[in-house]
């Protein structure tokens, strides 16, 4: 049997696999599915729309799937969906999806989420991701696979946030942050490129030759944004295995909004 202690209020409804922990205090909400081996611990609250993958450990004082912090919110059954392997720390706060969005926010696989992060509604993040303690979404944020957010980042709505990325504590980010990029700043400007991080995750020195050039293109040659996509496009040229990282990064151009733009 699902082994929630006697203190804790779990729905009738709500769906936990049998290997399911539920701690002193907390609360299961009627529409929340909970997969295998997952760990709820004392004194959390998962209410709305949630649903909850497999291996999760969540730590004491969270709240998942509240509504969201939109005063056009009318009650309607958004969602907030959580993937396998995640470890989610003290005092997180995830909110459902909005209507005014995808209807949904979501949080891959195997994330390192510490203390005091915010995750606002349609917020959308990948996989192996690292949020230091207090990094906070706005609503509609999207967050790439292996991203790094500094401690005390603040990431303004509808922003975007490049895979293999990292931000720097106390970062302050308006703009998209482009694929492999350092920054650093309030608000953020661009510093390097996150070289260490693809040196851990088996980059080979061609294809970080590769991010080198496309730093030095969008950063140092003073190109106009379009000049700089064009030169970007012929760096994989020389080096096949670096294709699908300039594919990555020149969507992730072509997607930035005028409007907006990305740190430079």
Same mark, same amino acid.
């Given at each position: 049997?699902?082994? @929630?202690?006697?203190?804790? %209020?779990? !729905?009738?409804?709500? &769906? +936990?696999?049998?290997? $399911?922990? /539920? *701690?002193?205090?907390? =609360?299961?909400?009627?529409?929340?599915?909970?997969?295998?081996?997952?760990s709820i611990g004392p004194h959390c609250v998962?209410?709305?729309?949630?649903?909850?993958?497999?291996?999760?450990?969540?730590?004491?004082?969270?709240?998942?799937?509240?509504?969201?912090?939109?005063?056009?919110?009318?009650?309607?059954?958004?969602?907030?969906?959580?993937?396998?392997?995640?470890?989610?720390?003290?005092?997180?706060?995830?909110?459902?999806?909005?209507?005014?969005?995808?209807?949904?926010?979501?949080?891959?696989?195997?994330?390192?989420?510490?203390?005091?992060?915010?995750?606002?509604?349609?917020?959308? @993040?990948?996989?192996?991701? %690292?949020? !230091?303690?207090?990094? &906070? +979404?706005?609503?509609? $944020?999207? /967050? *790439?696979?292996?991203? =790094?957010?500094?401690?005390?980042?603040?990431?303004?709505?509808?922003?975007?946030?490049?895979?293999?990325?990292?931000?720097?504590?106390?970062?302050?980010?308006?703009?998209?942050?482009?694929?492999?990029?350092?920054?650093?700043?309030?608000?953020?400007?661009?510093?390097?490129?996150?070289?260490?991080?693809?040196?851990?995750?088996?980059?080979?020195?061609?294809?970080?030759?590769?991010?080198?050039?496309?730093?030095?293109?969008?950063?140092?040659?003073?190109?106009?944004?379009?000049?700089?996509?064009?030169?970007?496009?012929?760096?994989?040229?020389?080096?096949?295995?670096?294709?699908?990282? @300039?594919?990555?990064?020149?969507?992730?151009?072509?997607?930035? &909004?005028?409007?907006?733009?990305?740190?430079?």
């Amino acid at each position: 049997m699902t082994a @929630v202690h006697s203190t804790a %209020i779990v !729905a009738p409804s709500a &769906q +936990l696999d049998s290997s $399911v922990t /539920v *701690g002193p205090y907390s =609360i299961i909400g009627p529409h929340v599915k909970i997969g295998a081996y997952t760990s709820i611990g004392p004194h959390c609250v998962v209410e709305g729309h949630t649903t909850i993958g497999q291996d999760n450990r969540i730590f004491q004082f969270s709240s998942l799937g509240a509504v969201p912090q939109d005063k056009k919110y009318g009650g309607e059954p958004c969602e907030l969906v959580i993937g396998d392997r995640n470890t989610i720390r003290e005092f997180c706060t995830f909110n459902i999806g909005s209507p005014g969005g995808t209807g949904v926010t979501h949080l891959g696989n195997d994330n390192w989420i510490m203390a005091y992060v915010h995750l606002a509604h349609d917020c959308l @993040v990948g996989h192996h991701t %690292i949020f !230091a303690n207090n990094s &906070q +979404l706005a609503g509609h $944020v999207q /967050v *790439g696979d292996w991203a =790094i957010l500094g401690g005390f980042t603040v990431v303004h709505q509808f922003v975007r946030i490049g895979a293999h990325s990292l931000t720097a504590m106390c970062t302050l980010l308006f703009a998209d942050l482009p694929p492999f990029v350092m920054c650093q700043g309030q608000p953020a400007a661009a510093r390097s490129m996150n070289f260490e991080g693809l040196r851990r995750r088996g980059f080979s020195s061609e294809r970080i030759a590769v991010v080198k050039a496309m730093h030095r293109t969008l950063y140092r040659d003073n190109l106009p944004l379009q000049a700089a996509c064009d030169r970007i496009a012929d760096l994989g040229q020389n080096c096949p295995d670096s294709l699908p990282d @300039v594919e990555m990064m020149l969507l992730f151009l072509r997607q930035s &909004q005028a409007k907006r733009g990305i740190v430079r």
